[in-house]
């Protein structure tokens, strides 16, 4: 609610104290109000203030003479003794010798009942260098024996220990509050985060309208009750409606200060507060702060119809219940959040063991269990290999790209603590939020790599929450008072239903916590992974180092035995007429065989060589390894026997020479050699990155490459074919078909690309033609 006096403006009761009685109805803020200090008790009780040192009187309520027999006047600078006597001075010096007494109220003893006035239970505690003593009616008639109010909280704490879950916890605390009390209705009032509160649960008398799941706003129970009910176990109001006396003197006498009476249980209702009760028509209220790890929880709030007496015992035992409900209250939340940590935790655990057993982050996408298994989201989203991996709902692609660039550039993934971007209102900090509100509202986000960009990020759509107020939420009550404009309590609480967008359900901070273990875990799995690999590479290397040297000696050394078997074979046919038909027939084929043999060792000695031979890099004009390439393999472009279509010109690169000419000539030979048209059209060209067009079957990285081909109108071969087609000596055609061959050709030319480091593929169909693409990745690319 909103003050509308200046800040320099003074209050009215200036630099004096304050009292209730003559400045509640002054109040045009309830910030505004010393609540702590209110210079008023209620009614039905008499307080004395007492100086420490000798026990003198030097406050008294102005109603002593009603409840003790004298007045004020005739009571200041006596000796508490003249109203309780001298036993229980005694009994008083001796509680405040042994014990402090500082923070809560503690019962001292019981006056008997006087000539007209009924017995009187003294509680005392002490605050500022004074005693306070407050005497309220015991509220026994003669012979009442008093109920086992230890054994009712002692039953009820059995009762709540047996609870499971946070809200059957609170649901059984208003159960024993009004079997102890009897009251008309009992609640427990949470506080969210912005301070307004929820009935979370409840207990009523049968004929009164339910207020569970109402919620109220933050004005309601303002900061200055608040902070009090943060440092108090029980505010009892017996009567909201009854008169309230002022303490005489209103300031302490000694230090000129008003008594802080925090801690009193008479302490005097704002007028704020009794006119709000009687709105809702409420005579009498209890209510008991829930503490959890010192910051205000919630409260027990009890509402009763009628005034009604709250005896010491009850309010003894009320506040007993509220300190145990508190300390439970942190164990019922722990277990639940223990429970669903456990959880979060098994199925992270489940993910990692997954993704390291397929040795792919994939895993954690698109098997079972899945990041949506854990974490309660509507989505989530991988951003690994260069390509997002989806599970559940989320945005689309381009809007995904969007989002993790913006993110890239968040603070908060440079936190060495809590590298995490965590939020329930995207489109609060990301303006194109607001277009996958419905999908993303809610965005929780970790990179699980220092160097990529890779994320992941969970999903939570907007919950368009419908919170049901107790009457309208914003309502500002401004009324003429005798000193202006003055704060009114709300007159209204008829269900007000409000609609809260783009907001989604906020992430817990164990959420949290799990999602930043999680990427641990996974940063973990990609270091062992990545030592791995490079274990795996040395291994590798040192095999296909192996490999080609046994590839180069055994077939540099078979090649003398095939010369030999050649040789006499030759010899016997020059003797023809020592043979006859059919041994001649066996000596040809045995002269055949051995020309084929010896073409396959040359092509593996070739192979063999292509693995060993350092490359030599330097710049290349790809037009010109290409025109060799041709001549190497006697087409000329101008001749009309084929047509060789180069759409515009190569670039210019780093690499062998040699070997990127023998590529060309090898792909450029088949394409040629494959093709069944009268005038074969091949066309040899290349895609830039930030180029359109289809990059079909492409290895992820090759799309920030630049990426060469070789396009024919030949047979075309067949997709089962695809990766055969690179082994070794892997022919899909008979020798004799389309100009015969080893079949080592593909072999060799991916050879070549790999040591270049690049990749090499293809696209066809059959009887259509065929597309092979390679790169060759280079740290200069010159021009083209």
Known sequence: MTDNRTESAPLPWGDGPYSIKRHGTTLTTCDSEPVQTPGCIQAHGALLVVRLGDLKILQ???????????????????????????????????????????????????????EGKSQLDVCVHTVEGVAVLEFESTGRTAGQVDANFFGLVTSAVSRLQAADGLREFCQRVTDEVRSITGLDRVMVYRFHADNHGEVFAENKREDLHPWLGLHYPESDIPKPAREIYRNLWIRPLPNAAGPLVELVPLANPDSGRPLNMTHCALRGASVMYTQYLANMGVAASLTMPILVDGELWGLIACHHLVPVHFPHQVRAACELLAQVASLQ?????????????????????????????EGDLMALSDRHPSLLDAIDAGGAALYHQERWWCAGITPGVAQLDALAEWLDQRPEFASTTRPAFVTDSLSRDYPAGAEIAGVASGVLAVRVSHRRRDLILWFRPETLQTVNWAGYPHEKLLVTGPHGSRLTPRHSFELFVESVRARAIPWSTMEVDAALRLRFLVMELVISRAERLAELNVDLTSSNEELDAFAYVASHDLKEPLRGINRYAHQL??????LNAENRQHVDSLMRLTVRMDSLLDSLLHFARVGRTSLEFETVDLNEAVAEALEMIGVRRTENTCSIDLPRPLPTIQSDHVRVREIFSNLLSNALKYNRQACPRIEVGYLAPDEPGARPNAPAEANEQLIYYVRDDGIGIERRHFDQIFRMFKRLHGRKEFGGGVGAGLTIVQKLVQRHGGRIWLDSTEG?????????PCPNLARS
């Not at 209250?329 to 063991?353: C, D, F, G, P, T």
């Not at 046919?573 to 020592?578: F, I, K, N, V, Y």
């Open 60 to 114: 008294a309520s102005e109603n002593t003479g009603q409840h003790l027999g004298e007045s004020p006047e005739q009571l200041l600078g006596q000796s508490v003794a003249r109203v309780v006597g001298s036993a229980n001075e005694a009994c008083l010096r001796e509680m405040l010798g042994r014990e402090p007494l500082a923070g809560s109220a503690a019962y001292a003893f019981t006056l008997p009942a006087r």
């Open 329 to 357: 209250l942190k164990s019922a939340e722990r277990n639940e959040q223990l429970a669903y940590r456990l959880k979060l935790e098994r199925i992270h655990q489940q993910l990692v063991a997954i993704a390291a057993q």
């Open 573 to 578: 046919l020059e003797s023809a007429q020592a």
């Open 768 to 776: 259509v033609g065929s597309t092979f693409y390679f790169t060759l």
